[in-house]
């Protein structure tokens, strides 16, 4: 490997996965942050420049990315969505691609004023809505299920379809040239037919062929990763090789049906999975944007800006609202799915190969496509990716106000708990498989889900993204370690938080802390012992810190015996952990559990101040 392509490399990387995180601490899109960084490495400062970097085999490298991030995109799908989105998902599928193939080759044809088979070839590319742009939003803007399930869905399945389009468009034209390869238009739609019916085949039939030999015992844990890896790429790679793009398509039918599967161990491959197409999104948007050519970023004129405006005021919309015509979708969510249709690294991507193609062919228009798609990616990130939460909310289909807290196990003392953080405006849900546990809260008029939180139904009927931290507050060590490993990618590991169930860190009969949540708590504490002092009287205090009410006073007024259980500040939830002690700064809102003698005290002192005579005080 020469040194050229060791440096690309590396600073593809660091620029990738740099501006995720900045994207992340700044909670902005990252997409943005990537295409920023893409073009200032490549056009603007030329440090990097792929194409000369890694030759013959950029293009194939970029297809292949591509290919893996579909997979992992299928993986995401399953079939138990659709019993509430079903007939919405295939009207985005069928007709909604075919209509906005339609609406987009014109306003590519009229608008934008490029020639019809250009126009044609780009308004299929224009189908795809970014699997890799849509689902960093999604957690973004927290939105309900049924709008959010069928935005996911439609930008993983339209993909390859409109991959296959611009396929399609492009066949037709080749092999439509005079010479010895001319086809008939019938002879071009068989073969087209054949290589989707393949594809098709192809990623179900090696989907059924892993399933199998992954629950059969055929690959042991330490190798199904590689050798899972290495299947994806052979049906990319045996399915491009009979059709060109078709391996897209191959791979996302491959991905849903070890999706619905249900495969035991699908958990760890996903996530190991969404850790590479991390990398792989990253790396191949740096690579694209690095290597536009300094004048493609001026070379967009009025009518290129007229155009993007068309497809996303005129184009979407019209799409959604005749798509959805006679379906269970409710007006708000139509206006939200018509309004959000981010383009990310597939249309840009094929954009790119077909630009080529095309010039090949005699359509000198063809160059204008990769400008066009880089217009659209940045008007609908920057324009979606900024307007999806407030939009959500005003429609009511996303969460409002505070994050909420999802308390996993129902005794007395969580459901007072919830009573506190329901006063303080924060929203609470309390979980628990036995019906009987949840009474104290369902009389204290808490939101309750009865059932197993690792079920596959909680998944279908709890808004996990509504809630920013996870309590693990069940009797159970064991079971409080499973919750906080099996939902630490929905909350992140520093927002999953466990008791003890011994009272202390280390036991025998602990699970490994490599297994568990965050311990709740500056001090062990089992279950046993948040009971022994509910019953005895114990109560929670909130106390603000401020200049009238220093942290000197605070100290004095909590007991020895008194402890933090969470802290406020700045509209963020942060609860005490020996992992992460917390330590009280002025302005912050403290949530302590004190004795009754504390409790006692406060009323005491409430009743002296209302006692003395203004004036005295």
């Known amino acids: 490997m020469s040194p050229d392509i060791v440096f690309t490399v590396t600073l593809v990387g660091i620029a990738g996965v740099g501006a995720q995180w900045l994207a992340w601490r700044i909670n902005a899109p990252a997409i943005v942050l990537m295409s920023i960084a893409g073009i200032l490495l490549g056009p603007i400062f030329g440090v990097l420049s792929p194409r000369e970097t890694f030759g013959e085999i950029y293009d194939p490298l970029i297809s292949l990315a591509v290919g893996i991030i579909l997979f992992e995109g299928g993986l995401q799908l399953k079939f138990d969505e659709l019993q509430e989105v079903g007939k919405g998902v295939r009207r985005l599928v069928v007709p909604g691609a075919l209509i906005a193939w339609a609406l987009g080759t014109a306003a590519a044809h009229y608008v934008a004023g490029l020639s019809l088979p250009t126009a044609l070839l780009f308004g299929g590319i224009m189908v795809v809505t970014g699997p890799t742009v849509i689902g960093p939003l999604l957690r973004q803007a927290k939105l309900t299920s049924r709008p959010a399930t069928l935005l996911r869905w439609e930008g993983i399945v339209n993909d390859p379809i409109g991959a296959l389009l611009a396929v399609v468009v492009y066949e037709a034209y080749h092999l439509s040239q005079p010479g010895p390869e001319a086809l008939a238009m019938y002879e071009i739609g068989g073969n087209l037919a054949l290589g989707a019916i393949f594809s098709i085949a192809w990623g179900y039939g ?50 849903i049906t070890l999706a619905n599967a249900k495969l035991p161990s699908i958990n760890q491959l996903l996530h190991f999975k969404e850790n590479i197409a991390v990398l792989f999104v990253s790396g191949v948007f740096i690579l694209l944007t690095a290597s536009l050519a300094p004048g493609v970023l001026f070379d967009i004129g009025w009518r290129d800006a007229a155009f993007v405006i068309v497809m996303l005021v005129l184009v979407r919309p019209l799409t959604i609202a005749l798509s959805f015509l006679g379906t269970e ?82 005794s007395p003392w969580a459901a007072a708990l ?200």
């Open 418 to 617: 919830g009573v506190r953080l329901r006063e303080l405006n924060i929203p609470v849900l309390i979980t628990d498989p036995s019906y009987r546990a949840l009474r104290t809260a369902r009389n204290e008029g808490l939101p309750t889900f009865y059932g197993e939180i690792l079920s596959e139904v909680a998944e279908h009927h709890i808004e996990l993204n509504h809630y920013g931290s996870l309590l693990a507050v069940t009797g159970s060590d064991s079971h409080n370690a499973l919750v906080c490993t099996d939902l630490a990618f929905e909350f992140d590991r520093a927002r999953t938080y466990q008791l003890s169930a011994h009272g202390v860190e280390e036991h025998r009969r602990s699970v490994s802390y490599a297994l568990k949540g965050r311990p709740l708590f500056a001090k062990p504490m089992a279950l046993e012992d948040l009971m022994r002092r509910h019953y005895g009287g114990w109560g929670f205090q909130m106390t603000r810190i401020s200049e009238e009410y220093p942290l000197e006073r605070f100290a004095e007024a909590m007991d020895e015996e008194g402890f933090i259980i969470l802290i406020e500040r700045e509209g963020q939830l942060l609860f005490d952990s020996s992992s992460a002690p917390l330590e009280p700064r002025l302005g912050d809102r403290v949530l302590c559990y004190v004795p009754p003698s504390v409790l006692e005290a406060r009323i005491e002192k409430q009743r002296a101040e209302k006692a003395t005579p203004a004036g005295q005080a």
């Open 329 to 410: 979708v409710k007006w708000p969510e139509r206006a939200l799915i018509g309004w959000i249709a981010p383009r990310g690294i597939v249309a840009v991507a094929i954009s790119g190969l077909f630009a080529e193609k095309m010039v090949d062919l005699g359509f000198e228009d063809g160059a204008k496509m990769v400008p066009l798609a880089f217009a659209m990616v940045f008007a609908t990130v920057v324009a979606h990716g900024f307007s999806i939460a407030p939009l959500g909310r005003v429609l009511g289909l996303a969460q409002k106000g505070k994050p909420g807290v999802l308390i996993v196990g129902a």
């Open 206 to 255: 090696l989907g059924r062929f892993v399933a199998r030999a992954f629950a059969g015992g055929w690959v042991p844990e330490f190798l199904k990763t590689p050798v899972l890896l290495v299947i994806v790429i052979l049906c990319f790679a045996a399915a491009n090789q009979l059709q060109e793009e078709a391996g897209l398509l191959a791979v996302t039918v491959m991905g």
